[in-house]
């Protein structure tokens, strides 16, 4: 290409000759040195005035317009729309509005101006400007999700990637989508008692403090037909949570229905939804919230007391900017509860890798009593405030005892009326059922479905015949033996009146007929030995071996007891004697001191005053034998 520049062709020329005419060098080197940078200059010069006229040109040019049909970036996009005027004013507080409009790509769920003034009236605020900052910002993040989702997209995504075709399998129907809205890292106040380290909820009972990573944004639920089908959710199911039915052929976010769809912006897709969704909260979260007469906090103290396990997270402990800057900062740690269904703090479930992401796809379920239920439980049964030699307070208490009480209301799966995971819980007759009539609260939680209830029915094993031998200290081999037989539940709801004869742990001890032996009593493992007399050796007791020596234990009563006796069918088929005239009880044998022993022992039932629902129960010293 040549250029004619005219008079600056000319004007150089004339200048160079001046220049040249006017000064001497000393050698060639200075003027090939000194004619460089004229030349440089000019050039410079030229080149600025060419860009200055050609830019101003080509920008007039029409194929160099913005074309009227191209959208803006998202807030532009918004602030175009008629009824998202009071959305565009949360974006504008909050400082989202200039992220949306520079960089990144994002899905925006807007609610409309009739659904953000309900919200406000819900609320009691005048305007948007009345709600609290860090309020606002939360519930104006929890509507937007990270990359583009188009109205099919959010319908066609799996565990896996991408479905391509439509199928019965539950992991190919992904439900769930990552908002911008993550906690802060936390702190937890942390009180260690032996080996364990336990939470504690106020600080003035703590050693010490630790902060916890927090791995994820939050995540919102969003429901469409295949999903609901696919997993066998009813529009009853939908409308248990959010207090609407499902209407088949839309898509809801959260509990928001999508009214309008697919409105395009050059980074991100704009939906509007007829509900404002109020930021989802995971099971801490909802275990620590306070309502108006109603808490949770103190079956949340429990799982804190109980399972909470740390470990150090040395790379979020070096990303920290003190860190990184050669500072002093703090550790960073992973909170886990590995003997619970899930993490109540975490907002990622299941397995996530390259391949699989079970976050998308799965979802827990949490069902609790409230505080003044819970306590009702703990000071009317379990402990020594009911009266009797009960544990000494609940936050003493052995792992099993525990797990009975609090481990069983965490489910890896959701809680929705229409499944058999409801029904269990609230409808079918079980050691651990409770009542439906009870329940007074239902949340859809970030990693959870939630019910709480004011009223607690305690598991049967503390109610019934088993009362006494898992709410008594000194009965502990005996109910260890239960759980490793695995027939406490056959004994606890039984269906009739029984009678009961369980060894108090001295007794056990005494006569070495039955010794526990912890193979790792951190995790609970244990089996069970017995002093053979007649061998003299230590034997290994297997599970139904002690299933049938505590069958041999309980007995319900036969209508052919004559006079003064009374025979007593056991659950294991034999039959049982008791002459009430001299308040003495034995086998079809009499029993000895000890596992195959030959001291002959007279064994007299002492009752036992716990109320129980199905039969009575008597402290006896040694085994009936047959």
């Avoid at 807007?110 to 860090?134: C, F, H, K, R, W």
């Avoid at 209301?409 to 079918?428: L, M, Q």
């Avoid at 009678?499 to 995790?523: E, H, T």
Wanted: glycine share 6%.
């Amino acid at each position: 290409m040549i250029l004619n520049f005219g008079c600056f062709s000319s004007f150089s020329r004339k200048t160079q000759i001046s220049y040249y005419n006017n000064f001497t060098f000393t050698n060639s080197f200075q003027m090939g040195l000194e004619i460089m940078r004229i030349h440089k200059t000019y050039l410079l010069l030229l080149s600025m005035l060419f860009l200055l006229f050609g830019c101003e040109k080509f920008s007039e040019h029409e194929k160099f317009q913005r074309p009227a049909w191209l959208p803006g970036k998202l807030y532009t996009t918004i602030s175009v729309q008629e009824n998202l005027t009071l959305f565009k004013e949360c974006l504008q507080l909050t400082g989202l509005d200039t992220i949306m409009d520079v960089s990144g790509n994002w899905s925006i769920f807007a609610p409309t101006d009739e659904a953000m003034q309900q919200y406000l009236s819900e609320n009691q605020y005048a305007g948007v400007s009345d709600i609290p900052l860090d309020e606002l910002e939360r519930i104006t993040e929890f509507h937007i999700v990270q990359n583009p989702w188009s109205f099919e997209q959010l319908q066609s995504l799996s565990a896996y990637g991408w479905r391509t075709r439509n199928d019965a399998k539950v992991y190919s129907y992904a439900y769930k989508r990552q908002t911008i809205l993550q906690n802060p890292v936390e702190k937890y106040w942390i009180r260690k008692n032996r080996d364990q380290e336990m939470i504690v909820m106020d600080s003035i009972g703590s050693d010490r403090y630790k902060k916890v990573y927090v791995q994820s944004r939050k995540n919102v639920p969003i429901f469409y037909d295949e999903f609901l089908n696919v997993n066998g959710i009813t529009s009853g199911d939908f409308n248990f949570y959010f207090d609407r039915p499902y209407e088949p052929g839309n898509v809801y976010y959260g509990g928001a229905k999508i009214v309008a769809s697919d409105i395009f912006a050059e980074n991100g897709f704009l939906h509007i939804i007829d509900r404002v969704v109020s930021p989802m909260l995971n099971a801490q979260e909802l275990l620590e919230r306070e309502l108006p007469n109603e808490s949770y906090k103190l079956f949340l103290e429990h799982v804190f007391w109980y399972y909470p396990t740390f470990e150090a997270n040395m790379t979020a402990t070096y990303n920290q900017p003190e860190a990184r800057m050669g500072g002093l900062a703090d550790t960073i740690w992973d909170l886990n509860y590995h003997e619970l269904a899930f993490a109540p703090h975490k907002e990622r479930i299941g397995v996530e890798g390259p391949e699989i992401n079970e976050t998308w796809v799965r979802h827990n379920g949490l069902y609790v009593p409230t505080d003044d239920a819970f306590r009702k439980f703990i000071d009317d049964i379990l402990t020594v405030k009911s009266g009797y030699p009960h544990w000494t307070d609940s936050y003493s208490l052995p792992k099993d005892i525990v797990d009975l009480i609090i481990g069983r209301h965490f489910k890896a799966n959701s809680i929705y009326p229409s499944t058999n995971i409801y029904r269990n819980i609230f409808k079918e007759d079980g050691g651990f059922k409770q009542s439906e009539d009870a329940i007074i609260r239902k949340e859809f939680g970030s990693n959870c479905t939630f019910i709480g209830l004011d009223a607690y029915i305690p598991d049967r094993l503390f109610t019934s015949v088993t009362g006494p031998v898992f709410c008594r200290p000194n009965f502990s081999f005996f109910r260890l033996a239960l759980l490793y037989a695995g027939i406490e539940d056959d004994i606890a709801n039984y269906d009739g009146e029984l009678y009961f004869f369980p060894i108090p742990d001295y007794a056990l001890r005494s006569d070495s007929s039955l010794l526990l032996n912890w193979i790792d009593r951190d995790n609970n493992i244990y089996n069970f030995v017995a002093y053979n007399r007649q061998r003299r050796q230590i034997e290994y007791q297997s599970p139904g071996a002690v299933r049938n020596r505590i069958l041999n234990q309980v007995g319900t009563a036969m209508p052919n007891g004559s006079g003064d006796k009374e025979f007593i069918r056991t659950l294991r088929g034999n039959i049982i004697t008791w002459d009430h005239s001299t308040n003495t009880i034995q086998g079809r044998l009499p029993s000895t001191f000890g596992y195959s022993g030959d001291s002959i022992m007279t064994v007299s039932p002492d009752p036992l005053e716990e109320p129980a629902d199905n039969g009575n129960v008597w402290r006896v010293n040694h085994w009936f034998r047959f």
